[in-house]
């Protein structure tokens, strides 16, 4: 006897509709295309915005030569008798910042992680990891007020010597900003280490210090890695912060108490109306862009190849 539709289970009728083409057939052809397309979106984007400042950037060469632009020690794009144009000024003056950060966000950063995957109780990390997210989600433009009206006093105070625009109080604030992203990651990166490597540590005598120091930190180290190349990426791209806390004068003196400027605050000030479209100094932000874009490239394929080289499989 041939059973019919009312006698099949919801389950059987569903089942028979996709193999009778119907709609779960339809949506299993238009769901690739649509997950393609999405897909593609992020990558014409990307494509597209480095094809901007390669072509961009040609046009600045052909005005510019580019032994001057990475061998000269000077920038000084606004120059009314002669322009010059050496990127070490503003590359040094980012290299100042990104390392003043890393100093200040580097042995925080891995300490609250540890703590946070190895001593905090469960209720300490539900307080702790959502303050840390929070400090995340500040923008930059308040972080660099507040190293300018807030750090950069402090600092004088205790150091009269320094400028109102300097290298520290916008590093120290860079670092403060990137601090959410080495502890997240970290965090992540040790507690992903099984539980019976502690145990076993624990029981071969090791203390809960060593254990975490000597055992679980480097097992968890291609993470950890990762997240501090990653955080000093974000602060090589930093913007408003050093735009106002750090000044606008291209230097490539080593000191640190003194103004300086970075790529990102370079291309901000052009931005603004210092420059009309088209002339030289219009297409040397695309030139300077495109070594940042160099800069930031090169940082998250090193934390792509620290990843994969250092990570421990279990």
């Given at each position: ?27 299993e ?18 494509l597209g ?13 052909g ?23 050496g ?10 910042i ?9 042995p925080?950063?891995?300490?609250v992680?540890?703590y946070?995957?190895?001593y ?25 007020f ?63 210090w060593e ?14 890695l990762?997240?501090?190349?990653l ?46 479209f ?8 695309y030139?300077v862009g ?18 994969k ?5 279990y």
């Amino acid at each position: 006897m041939k059973t019919t539709k009312k006698e099949l289970s919801p389950v059987q009728q569903l089942l028979e509709k996709k193999y009778n083409g119907g709609f779960l057939n339809r949506s299993e052809r238009i769901i690739p295309i649509v997950l393609f397309f999405m897909a593609a979106v992020s990558v014409l984007t990307t494509l597209g915005i480095v094809l901007t400042l390669i072509f961009e950037t040609i046009i600045f060469f052909g005005e510019v030569s580019i032994v001057e632009f990475f061998t000269a020690a000077e920038w000084y794009p606004f120059s009314e008798t002669e322009a010059v144009y050496g990127i070490w000024p503003l590359v040094l003056g980012t290299l100042k910042i990104t390392l003043i950060a890393s100093a200040f966000a580097v042995p925080i950063g891995l300490a609250v992680a540890l703590y946070l995957s190895e001593y905090a109780s469960r209720r300490t990390r539900k307080v702790m990891k959502p303050i840390l997210e929070v400090l995340a989600g500040v923008p930059t433009i308040v972080y660099g007020f507040f190293a300018l009206t807030f750090v950069t006093p402090v600092l004088r105070d205790l150091f009269p010597s320094i400028e109102l625009f300097n290298a520290i109080s916008p590093g120290i604030v860079v670092g403060i900003m990137i601090i959410p992203t080495i502890v997240s990651l970290s965090e992540d990166a040790l507690s992903s280490v099984p539980e019976p490597v502690r145990h076993g540590a624990l029981a071969m005598g090791a203390t809960k210090w060593e254990t975490a120091s000597k055992v679980i930190f480097p097992a968890a180290l291609s993470g950890i890695l990762a997240s501090i190349v990653l955080g000093v990426s974000r602060a090589i791209g930093e913007t408003m912060i050093v735009s106002i806390a750090a000044g606008s004068t291209p230097s490539a003196a080593l000191e640190l108490t003194s103004s300086l400027q970075t790529m990102t605050s370079y291309i901000v000030q052009v931005t603004t109306g210092d420059a009309g479209f088209g002339t030289t100094i219009y297409y040397s932000i695309y030139a300077v862009g495109f070594t940042l874009f160099i800069f930031t490239l090169s940082m998250n394929v090193l934390a792509q190849f620290i990843s994969k080289r250092f990570r421990e499989e279990y």
